[in-house]
């Protein structure tokens, strides 16, 4: 039998702050590999919640079956209405992953970038700024961040990229990726206007190592201000557990400057599924700050394997 996740805090019982949740999106079928997840979240200066989901199918081929970026609004964060719906046939792409939705902070748009592969291979594209989310308009996609042609002979670059989070923080935006470099790793991008982007460091090294509890993948997934720096949320998967590609768990790092992030929990994961199917998943999360609450919305397992995206709500001051 395959190893289970553990989870272990080094700082403590953080995970027992995780037991109680609400379900705010569910997937259009409750079936095994059916998926409404890989949640982005903003809250406008209104105080409307805005969330964009990708939602997948179990049928077609694997990497291929997310088949719609929906677009959610909801008054209190809680209970969500369907406002808009983009097709993957509108891009058109074969599938989606992860989109991610912010406001400019100078203009007060709203920007959405997804990620699929516009031609040959898995790219970040970005669509045109909008005034309300649910006016998002397919015909205005771009590419953003793609994959460049590597040295000959020189160190390999990554392939493809996808899964974006971006945020806006000291002057400049910063997108994390996933980029597939023979495995999927960690890749910082920034940009001042959201358009042209351009790597942070060396572009074939990760943020974080293969090692540890992340053997096989290591991948970004949320960035949190919290005065001093940010922690940072990244998930992975272990070499030693069954199906890793799909297998995947979440830890925590932490950061100064956005850039060099240190592992928090390097051993084992923080968190997994707590109500487990074929697999442990608990990934895709977006953590944002709510008056005196830490909320965070993640992708999560149910037991009979399809996902759901889950509400967690966290006192700022656990005690």
């Known amino acids: 039998m395959a190893p289970v996740p553990q989870v272990t805090a080094i700082a403590g019982r953080i995970p027992d702050l995780f037991r109680q949740w609400q379900v705010v999106a569910e997937p259009d079928r409750d079936a095994p590999e059916w998926w409404a997840g890989a949640p982005s979240v903003v809250r406008d200066e209104k105080g409307v919640f805005w969330m964009a989901l990708r939602m997948r199918t179990a049928e077609g081929q694997l990497g291929q079956r997310g088949y719609e970026i929906r677009i959610f609004r909801s008054d209190d964060g809680v209970h969500f209405v369907k406002v808009h719906s983009i097709k993957r046939e509108q891009i058109p792409t074969t599938g989606f992953e992860r989109p991610a939705l912010l406001i400019d902070p100078h203009t007060r748009k709203f920007k959405l ?52 989070f971006i945020l806006y923080a000291h002057g400049a935006y910063h997108c994390y990726v996933i980029g597939v470099l023979r495995s999927e790793r960690i890749f910082h991008f920034t940009s001042e206007d959201g358009e042209h982007w351009q790597p942070v460091g060396h572009p074939s ?105 889950r509400l967690f709500r966290l006192p700022r001051s656990p005690g």
Do not use: M
């Open 113 to 164: 970038y997804a990620c699929g592969p516009l031609t040959a291979d898995w790219c970040i594209f970005k669509f045109a700024g909008a005034d309300s989310p649910d006016q998002f308009d397919p015909a205005t996609v771009k590419p953003v961040i793609e994959a460049v042609p590597s040295h000959p002979q020189g160190v390999p670059y990554p392939t493809a990229y996808k899964d974006p």
């Open 205 to 309: 090294e990760s943020l974080l190592p293969l090692a540890g509890w992340h053997s096989f993948y290591v991948r970004p997934a949320c960035v949190l201000p919290v005065g001093v720096g940010y922690l940072f949320i990244y998930e992975g998967s272990s070499v030693q557990w069954e199906d890793p590609v799909y297998n995947i768990a979440t830890g925590l790092g932490f950061t100064f400057d956005l850039h060099h992030v240190i592992d928090l929990t390097p051993d084992a994961p923080l968190l997994v599924s707590p109500t487990p199917g074929r697999l442990h998943v608990w990934r895709y999360s977006h953590w944002l700050w709510v008056e005196e609450e830490l909320w965070v919305y993640a992708e999560v397992e149910k037991s009979n394997g399809a996902h759901e995206t």
